[in-house]
């Protein structure tokens, strides 16, 4: 049996003797997690061990110091740069809502197995992704059957909504505005017109407008989608439909959102109003800034 690792700071800074290769977009409490296993101790204690006072697995995935990178780079004999990677810490903080905390998801062609567990993979706990970031394959939901999206028409603007809002996610990268507030938007409540018999407030959102789809959709699932006071990440079957009123939102420009207003009253238009006023106003300042710079 090994040896158990000391928690004192001078064995802590020592690296380990055996060193595993982390899989391509693994995520770092699993890479920490086998190298517990090879060594047969917790993997909690695994992170102890590097990191004495950092206090989950979970929160060495999110909320790392560079400090800390640095130091856990050295004990993995490894860089700081490839740490960093396997963590969240540079997600925005926009898009933070949107990762899991546990795997919702995984790719059949990159992480086959479903008897023998393999590596956790970030993208598993990304819930703005459709399809896995390595081969570009639909992601799955594992253990189970999965159902076919109901909106695979839209399946190509789909795939631009994944891109715009993993570009924020990732790289920091917005066009007019942010995707992720588009799509906290789109998710609120709103007023179909005619209103129909029975009408069911929980049934419509601002969405349903873009995607009509979606409103039968909702009624057959008897299902409640999220609402931006209660945010939660969409199943994979209806995930397409945000994705791809996104798309349609950004492309179209400030001016649909102000047209979506429409389908709103009461105090939802009046936090809808405030919200595109907002967007409107930093869209201005922005193209006035760039048209600065051509002068």
Not at 127 to 138: D, F, S, V
Not at 209 to 227: F, G, H, Q
Not at 284 to 292: D, E, F, I, R, V
Request: net charge positive.
């Amino acid at each position: 049996m090994p040896r158990q690792p000391s928690h004192d700071a001078e064995t802590s800074s020592r690296q380990l003797p055996v060193i595993l290769a982390p899989d391509a977009d693994e995520l770092l409490s699993s890479w920490i997690s086998r190298h517990a296993s090879f060594y047969a101790i917790p993997p909690l204690g695994m992170l102890r061990h590097c990191l004495p006072e950092v206090s989950s697995l979970r929160s060495a995935d999110r909320n790392l110091t560079a400090t800390q990178v640095t130091r856990l780079a050295g004990i993995f004999s490894t860089d700081p740069a490839t740490v960093r990677q396997m963590t969240f810490a540079n997600i925005a903080p926009s898009s933070r809502r949107l990762i899991a905390a546990r795997p919702l998801q995984s790719c059949s062609a990159c992480n086959p197995s479903d008897h023998e567990p393999g590596p956790t993979l970030r993208s598993q706990l990304l819930g703005w992704r459709i399809t896995c970031p390595l081969c570009g394959g639909l992601l799955r939901h594992p253990g189970r059957h999965d159902r076919p999206s109901p909106f695979g028409r839209y399946h190509g603007t789909a795939l631009i909504g994944e891109r715009l809002l993993d570009d924020e996610a990732e790289r920091g990268v917005r066009t007019w505005t942010s995707p992720t507030e588009i799509a906290r938007l789109l998710l609120m409540r709103r007023i179909p017109r005619p209103v129909p018999r029975g009408y069911e407030p929980w049934r419509f959102r601002v969405l349903g407008a873009i995607i009509p789809d979606l409103d039968d959709v909702v009624a057959t699932e008897r299902r409640s989608l999220p609402t931006p006071a209660n945010p939660t990440i969409l199943p994979l079957h209806l995930r397409p439909a945000l994705l791809a009123g996104v798309a349609i939102v950004e492309r179209a420009g400030p001016e649909m959102l102000k047209m979506l207003r429409r389908h709103m009253m009461g105090q939802n238009q009046a936090r809808f109003s405030s919200a595109i006023d907002e967007i409107t106003t930093h869209t201005c300042k922005l193209m006035a800034s760039s048209q600065l710079q051509l002068i």
